[in-house]
């Protein structure tokens, strides 16, 4: 069981809980004073940082168990994202096998990759024997009905909430020289950045959003909200350099190219929201819609963030 | 008149376990959650009546109610399928305390209305799938059968609660017995009365349009 180094996760933690604390303080007083009702804008406030709350429970108790608590944690997440991706999407009676084996066999399969380190097969399972398994499945039962759509959203459901999700507890697997027994600050430093990045943007474009970046996507994303956020978290991720191995200028890059992996993310995740027709994926967490409306922007931003550090640094 | 074994007003050990645990089950597979949309939820003798496509539509909308009114809710399910072998009756009566009635009947004993108001005389409330069967056509919903006319003109004052039930036909389809894990919902509709002199057809395709109207997908092509 690999151990998270003690120094930095106290600093982490600290800055963690303190900046919650100090968000749940703000909202509470805001509440306090607030006309009641109280508007729908504050109620979402408060529960969105009761949500924060809770995940970084569950991430810190997962960082005490080190890769396995880390593996389990993402299975789960998964799960989670993928039962809302293929809820969304159309299916039909004959999918049932396929659909199960996704639950019952890919995540578990993926998952069991990433604790055993066993890279060559962890980068190709899905992409090439789920890509080409899967459809061959669907064709041997026969139903033809709307064929490609189906295996189609089969093929982005397991890519989007299986193959990019376990890209993070992968981090854990590869070895920085000089970096040795210390990779789940990695993760610390993509999950800080990342969904940093998505509540920076969102500050941003409430105060200064005046031009929409994609009307026809979504109606709350701006040129403001984006460049702001993305300067803001850049310099979050050199702030947080001592986290990783990387200097606090190429911290700063690697957070840039993450965040910005991360808004793309959270761009095409509403355009497929748009397409079916519904605001959020899910009802899973209070506040936040579903997994996969808070996990958009680190699906995108994973596998870049795990490639540039596999590549620049082992 | 055969003898229920109902009549208690909580359940058996057995039925708990089994409740709590099917309840914990569909939380897990489905994350389901009630939408109470026109009505709240209520200790009051009732009649829920939903949508049929799985077995599983049952243990979705029980696993909505609460443990205490749980206990006095009756599912009620055909004694032609459920009362086959004495395995299939022992999981319908002994564990789901379910009101096995036939769906084709010759002795009077087996008069399915007299039944379910013996199960309502007693204080129950019951859980009805008035089309009488699983639906599996591409229909949303099939035509009702009079059960539901029959029940309330005979007791008024129980309230009938339509309960549309998403998506449990693609987690576990007829035929099949693996649930695939999908988010499900189940929508508690206003209740719905008998209006005076209203005919039976009438108000059965009025139940069954109510029914359909709490469907929360947006419209889409299929």
Same mark, same amino acid.
């Given at each position: 069981m690999t151990l998270p180094p003690m120094q930095e996760t106290v600093i982490l933690l600290v800055g963690l809980v303190g900046v919650l604390t100090t968000a749940s303080i703000v909202a509470g007083i805001l509440s306090w004073r607030? =006309?009641? =009702? *109280?508007p729908s804008t504050l109620v979402n406030l408060t529960q969105r940082i009761n949500a924060w709350w809770v995940m970084v429970v569950a991430i810190t108790v997962a960082f005490f168990f080190g890769r396995t608590g880390m593996t389990i944690l993402f299975a789960l997440i998964s799960f989670a994202a993928l039962r809302e991706f293929v809820t969304l999407t159309h299916s039909r009676r004959s999918d049932h096998w396929v659909l199960l084996g996704m639950f019952a066999i890919i995540i578990p399969y993926q998952y069991w990759l990433v604790w055993t380190a066993w890279y060559g097969l962890f980068t190709i399972f899905i992409p090439v024997y789920c890509f080409l398994l899967m459809p061959a499945i669907t064709a041997l039962n026969g139903d033809t009905e709307r064929f490609l759509e189906r295996v189609s959203a089969q093929q982005w459901a397991v890519m989007i909430s299986v193959y990019c999700v376990s890209h993070v507890p992968a981090l854990l697997t590869l070895n920085v020289p000089g970096f040795e027994g210390r990779n789940l600050l990695l993760i610390a430093f993509l999950i800080i950045t990342v969904q940093g990045s998505d509540v920076f943007q969102y500050i941003f474009g409430k105060l200064f959003?005046?031009? *929409? *970046?994609?009307p026809s996507v979504s =109606?709350?994303?701006t040129w403001e909200g984006l460049v702001g956020g993305l300067v803001a978290s850049s310099l979050l991720g050199a702030l947080l350099s001592f986290l990783t191995p990387f200097s606090p200028l190429a911290a700063a890059g690697v957070a840039f190219v993450a965040c910005l992996m991360g808004f793309l993310g959270g761009l095409v995740a509403s355009a497929i929201k748009r397409d079916q027709g519904v605001k959020d994926w899910g009802h899973l967490i209070e506040g936040h819609g579903g997994m996969m409306d808070r996990a958009d922007s680190l699906v995108f931003a994973a596998p870049v963030f795990f490639h540039i550090v596999r590549y620049f640094w082992t | 008149m055969p003898k229920l074994h +109902?009549?208690?007003?909580t359940f058996t050990l057995l039925q708990t376990v089994t409740s709590v645990g099917l309840s914990a089950m569909a939380w897990v597979v489905t994350g389901v959650r009630p939408i109470w949309n026109g009505s709240q939820p209520s200790e009051r003798q009732r009649i829920y009546f939903a949508n049929h496509a799985s077995h599983g539509d049952f243990i979705l909308l029980s696993a909505c109610l609460s443990e205490k009114v749980r206990a006095r809710t009756h599912a009620v399910a055909a004694a032609e399928y459920w009362g086959k072998s004495r395995l299939r009756r022992f999981i319908a009566e002994d564990m789901l305390s379910s009101v096995l009635i036939h769906r084709q009947w010759t002795d009077e004993t087996q008069n399915p209305i007299s039944i379910m108001l013996s199960v309502l005389d007693d204080g129950h409330s019951l859980i009805l799938f008035p089309e009488g069967t699983r639906n599996t056509t591409e229909a949303d919903l099939l035509p009702f059968r009079s059960g539901l006319y029959n029940l309330s003109m005979a007791r008024p004052d129980v309230e009938l609660i339509p309960c549309w039930i998403e998506n449990m036909s693609r987690v +576990?389809?007829?035929?099949?017995?693996l649930p695939v894990p999908l988010l499900c919902r189940v929508v508690f509709g206003p209740p719905v009365a008998i209006a005076p002199g209203e005919e039976r057809r009438t108000f059965l395709e009025r139940a069954r349009q109510t029914l359909l109207s709490l469907d929360p997908r947006p419209d889409r092509d299929d």
């Amino acid at each position: 069981m690999t151990l998270p180094p003690m120094q930095e996760t106290v600093i982490l933690l600290v800055g963690l809980v303190g900046v919650l604390t100090t968000a749940s303080i703000v909202a509470g007083i805001l509440s306090w004073r607030a =006309p009641k =009702p *109280l508007p729908s804008t504050l109620v979402n406030l408060t529960q969105r940082i009761n949500a924060w709350w809770v995940m970084v429970v569950a991430i810190t108790v997962a960082f005490f168990f080190g890769r396995t608590g880390m593996t389990i944690l993402f299975a789960l997440i998964s799960f989670a994202a993928l039962r809302e991706f293929v809820t969304l999407t159309h299916s039909r009676r004959s999918d049932h096998w396929v659909l199960l084996g996704m639950f019952a066999i890919i995540i578990p399969y993926q998952y069991w990759l990433v604790w055993t380190a066993w890279y060559g097969l962890f980068t190709i399972f899905i992409p090439v024997y789920c890509f080409l398994l899967m459809p061959a499945i669907t064709a041997l039962n026969g139903d033809t009905e709307r064929f490609l759509e189906r295996v189609s959203a089969q093929q982005w459901a397991v890519m989007i909430s299986v193959y990019c999700v376990s890209h993070v507890p992968a981090l854990l697997t590869l070895n920085v020289p000089g970096f040795e027994g210390r990779n789940l600050l990695l993760i610390a430093f993509l999950i800080i950045t990342v969904q940093g990045s998505d509540v920076f943007q969102y500050i941003f474009g409430k105060l200064f959003g005046r031009n *929409l *970046l994609s009307p026809s996507v979504s =109606p709350s994303k701006t040129w403001e909200g984006l460049v702001g956020g993305l300067v803001a978290s850049s310099l979050l991720g050199a702030l947080l350099s001592f986290l990783t191995p990387f200097s606090p200028l190429a911290a700063a890059g690697v957070a840039f190219v993450a965040c910005l992996m991360g808004f793309l993310g959270g761009l095409v995740a509403s355009a497929i929201k748009r397409d079916q027709g519904v605001k959020d994926w899910g009802h899973l967490i209070e506040g936040h819609g579903g997994m996969m409306d808070r996990a958009d922007s680190l699906v995108f931003a994973a596998p870049v963030f795990f490639h540039i550090v596999r590549y620049f640094w082992t | 008149m055969p003898k229920l074994h +109902l009549r208690a007003n909580t359940f058996t050990l057995l039925q708990t376990v089994t409740s709590v645990g099917l309840s914990a089950m569909a939380w897990v597979v489905t994350g389901v959650r009630p939408i109470w949309n026109g009505s709240q939820p209520s200790e009051r003798q009732r009649i829920y009546f939903a949508n049929h496509a799985s077995h599983g539509d049952f243990i979705l909308l029980s696993a909505c109610l609460s443990e205490k009114v749980r206990a006095r809710t009756h599912a009620v399910a055909a004694a032609e399928y459920w009362g086959k072998s004495r395995l299939r009756r022992f999981i319908a009566e002994d564990m789901l305390s379910s009101v096995l009635i036939h769906r084709q009947w010759t002795d009077e004993t087996q008069n399915p209305i007299s039944i379910m108001l013996s199960v309502l005389d007693d204080g129950h409330s019951l859980i009805l799938f008035p089309e009488g069967t699983r639906n599996t056509t591409e229909a949303d919903l099939l035509p009702f059968r009079s059960g539901l006319y029959n029940l309330s003109m005979a007791r008024p004052d129980v309230e009938l609660i339509p309960c549309w039930i998403e998506n449990m036909s693609r987690v +576990l389809p007829k035929g099949q017995f693996l649930p695939v894990p999908l988010l499900c919902r189940v929508v508690f509709g206003p209740p719905v009365a008998i209006a005076p002199g209203e005919e039976r057809r009438t108000f059965l395709e009025r139940a069954r349009q109510t029914l359909l109207s709490l469907d929360p997908r947006p419209d889409r092509d299929d």
